[in-house]
């Protein structure tokens, strides 16, 4: 091939797996900018969708509903962006109306600032909310590109523009309903985010990541403020659902105090709730909040309320004058407000605190320091001991074959004291899990199966080790292959199994450096294995060159290869 049909050959490969309409589940961040399916063709010039709006004027915070509707489509990008810079960057957020056919994107790092597709599957009307950002233009526009099939699709499809109050606007809007509906309530409408600032003087606050900016589209944030017999509460953070907090005295769900701020119908709703053990919060049917604010924008969820020290009227409800545990969580909300489980694992601080005491600036883990020792064991018990333990036996044998440990060969004793090692750090870690669980866990998938599979594995290497027959026995040579066989298999198998713990909640690693982490020690451990048995397998070549060279003939190159490749096998 030319390279000129080589390099187009190329770009349309780039093409096919970077597009719009080419990603059916409808990650298309790659689009953010331009908007453009790559789908190696043009696009066509006449809409035949429509954006409209149920409003013509905004103020920060407002919610704009936003339909995209026209014949059958497939796919849909839709985004806000200033209408005199309409090359800038996606600005404001969205909220969905059904989660089943649209999703929520981050643009120009702007969390939830565009709207795509879940699926291919065939639909003719969108509808979404758009909140308006603090530091919105004065006039913004919605456009949208549609893909109706893999070749035919239109870009950038001009909607209404809507503008804030006193802006002139030199073009009309398009498509918007005469009817302008503004959803801002001073009373409860928080006019601008939470700040730090106060934090550790006036203020117990909990941040994460520590010391983060509230208004940061990645923190989260949650303070008190003792105000006389109340206690004054900001929650801030990146939730399309909800924000909840709870007052626990251990570190494990259930019998707790809590508090949420849920989305619901593009507004807050403040709301108290008792947890009992894992099961769902039950919610209070009776408030003991005040002074309830929210503000939805920039991709935060925020929110703040008061709430008495003491309430004996309300069952459930902690005194806030004591000191506990306290948990920070966020998750999903469907429509109508109804909350679903946290799909990360709730940030909880390391230590009693009263949050009525002495104001402090403190964080928190979202990883259980019993999950942590589980997974730091499991590394230096599968990655470490018994990697070395594998490369003393296959290699030192003949170096230390006449050097002696307690009466065995040095090389022996360093193996198994290795193993047994290698058994011992998996059993402490394998029941470090159940403690912190109580039992079974089934959201761990295939983890927990894979791991009691390398347990066994293991227990059974270390008996059947003890069961060795001596080096001249006719068993001899299949205990050497059940004993290679097993262990092989159990190393295999904890390696896939660590690969798939990593992306468990529980354990908050940085994805996706932790993957790239363990493939490299992996890639490591391999490597050297493979030199050792080149270098082995050079020093046997030479061993019997020696050997003809005064005239013994030793193991042919043949079978000195086929026993390189057994063992790196």
């Not at 509906?181 to 601008?192: A, G, Q």
């Not at 798939?500 to 994805?511: E, F, R, S």
Request: charged share 15%; aromatic share 12%.
């Amino acid at each position: 091939m030319e390279l000129p049909g080589l390099a187009f050959a190329v770009w349309m490969l780039i093409c096919f797996y970077a597009p719009v309409g080419g990603y059916p589940n409808g990650k298309v961040r790659e689009a953010c900018t331009s908007m453009v399916p790559c789908h190696g063709s043009s696009p066509q010039l006449s809409p035949e969708h429509t954006i409209t709006v149920n409003g013509t004027e905004f103020k920060p915070g407002d919610s704009i509903e936003v339909h995209l509707s026209g014949p059958v489509f497939e796919g849909f990008f839709i985004q806000a962006r200033d209408a005199e810079h309409l090359e800038s960057p996606a600005l404001g957020s969205f909220m969905l109306a059904d989660r089943g056919v649209s999703q929520l994107l981050t643009c120009a790092h702007t969390k939830n600032s565009a709207v795509s597709h879940t699926s291919k599957a065939k639909k003719k009307h969108i509808k979404v909310y758009w909140i308006a950002p603090g530091n919105a233009p004065k006039r913004v526009q919605f456009l949208a590109t549609v893909v109706k099939k893999y070749k035919i699709f239109w870009v950038k499809i001009p909607g209404p523009i809507v503008s804030q109050p006193n802006a002139l606007s030199p073009t009309p809007p398009l498509h918007a309903t005469s009817e302008a509906v503004s959803t801002s309530h001073p009373v409860s409408y928080l006019s601008k985010p939470f700040n730090a600032s106060s934090c550790g003087r006036t203020k117990f606050c909990i941040r994460n990541p520590s010391n983060c900016d509230p208004e940061s589209a990645s923190c989260f944030f949650l303070s008190f403020q003792q105000e006389g017999s109340s206690v004054f509460i900001e929650m801030s953070g990146p939730s399309e659902g909800y924000l909840a907090f709870a007052l626990s005295h251990d570190q494990w769900m259930g019998d707790d105090d809590a508090y949420l701020c849920v989305g619901e119908d593009h507004r807050v709703r403040a709301i108290t709730a008792y947890l009992k053990e894992r099961s769902p919060p039950v919610l209070d049917s009776e408030n003991a909040l005040e002074d309830v604010s929210w503000r939805l924008a920039d991709g935060l969820l925020q929110c703040s309320f008061r709430r008495s020290i003491h309430l004996p009227a309300h069952k459930g409800r902690f005194n806030l004058d004591a000191s506990y545990y306290i948990f920070l969580a966020d998750g999903e909300a469907s429509e109508g407000g109804v909350i679903h489980k946290h799909q990360q694992q709730p940030l909880i601080t390391n230590g009693i605190y009263n949050i009525t005491g002495l104001p402090q600036d403190i964080g928190g883990s979202r990883s259980p320091r019993l999950i942590k020792a589980h997974g730091a064991l499991m590394f230096i018990a599968w990655i470490t001991t018994v990697s070395i333990g594998v490369i003393v036996a296959r290699f030192f044998k003949p170096v230390w074959s006449y050097s002696f440990l307690f009466g065995k060969e040095m090389w022996f004793q360093v193996h198994r004291m290795l193993m047994l090692t290698t058994v011992m750090l998996t059993s402490i870690s394998f029941v470090l899990p159940f403690i912190y669980r109580g039992g079974w866990s089934q959201q761990a998938g295939f983890h927990p199966y894979l791991g009691c599979t390398v347990m066994a594995l293991a227990i059974f290497q270390a008996l059947m080790a003890g069961f060795r027959p001596s080096r001249h026995a006719p068993r001899r040579q299949l205990f050497n292959w059940f004993h290679w066989c097993t262990g092989t298999a159990a190393r295999i198998l904890a390696v896939v199994t660590m690969f798939l713990g990593m992306n468990l909640a529980a354990l908050d690693l940085p994805d996706p450096w932790d993957t790239y982490t363990m493939i490299a020690f992996v890639t490591w451990h391999v490597g050297i294995d493979v030199l050792l048995e080149i270098h082995s397998y050079c020093l046997i070549r030479k061993g019997n060159s020696d050997l003809k060279s005064l005239g013994i003939t030793g193991p042919s190159s043949a079978q000195v290869l086929g026993d390189f490749w057994f063992c790196i096998l």
